[in-house]
């Protein structure tokens, strides 16, 4: 069984796919990669409002980060953020409410290879599940 966020997760990878953005499911695979530009989708906090009728709205962060590798890095990062940003914002899914842009993160080198770069932006996904299950 998997959990709603691992489904929206996952929902959204494939989505990110078949618009022609390569995807790799951890940051480890993204960096070993030697691709101009990859993204991964990193899971963030999580915040939970129960409600007296059973049901829990949970508002999770996940991360868009964009592995950019080369001189221009800006360019290659706001391809990728281009090419996503309506794809992420058009998602729908079961107990999927809404899907928000928060903003974008500070740009990050990869330790001292200043031809590497890693870029996030920010969104906040609010969904509901019954109070005990992730998944429901």
Same mark, same amino acid.
């Given at each position: 069984m998997t959990t709603r966020l691992q489904q929206y997760i996952?929902?959204?990878? @494939?989505?990110? #796919? *078949?618009a022609g953005l390569k995807v790799e499911g951890s940051p480890i695979q993204a960096l070993q990669r030697? @691709? +101009?530009? *990859?993204?991964? =989708? =990193?899971? !963030?906090q999580e915040d939970v409002e129960? +409600?007296? *009728?059973? %049901? +829990? /709205?949970? !508002? %999770?962060l996940i %991360? =868009?980060? *964009?592995h950019t590798a080369g001189d221009d890095?800006? $360019?290659? /990062?706001?391809?990728?953020?281009?090419? $996503?940003h309506p794809v992420i914002m058009a998602f729908v899914a079961d107990g999927l409410v809404s899907i928000v842009e928060? !903003? #974008?993160d500070e740009p990050q080198y990869v330790a001292t290879d200043l031809s590497r770069q890693i870029t996030g932006k920010r969104y906040l996904v609010t969904?509901? #599940?019954d109070e005990h299950s992730l998944s429901a």
């Open positions: 996952a929902g959204i990878s @494939d989505a990110l #796919t *078949v030697q @691709d +101009s530009q *990859v993204c991964t =989708l =990193l899971p !963030g129960a +409600s007296p *009728v059973g %049901r +829990s /709205t949970r !508002g %999770r %991360r =868009l980060a *964009v890095h800006l $360019a290659e /990062t706001e391809a990728v953020f281009e090419a $996503a928060l !903003g #974008t969904y509901q #599940t």
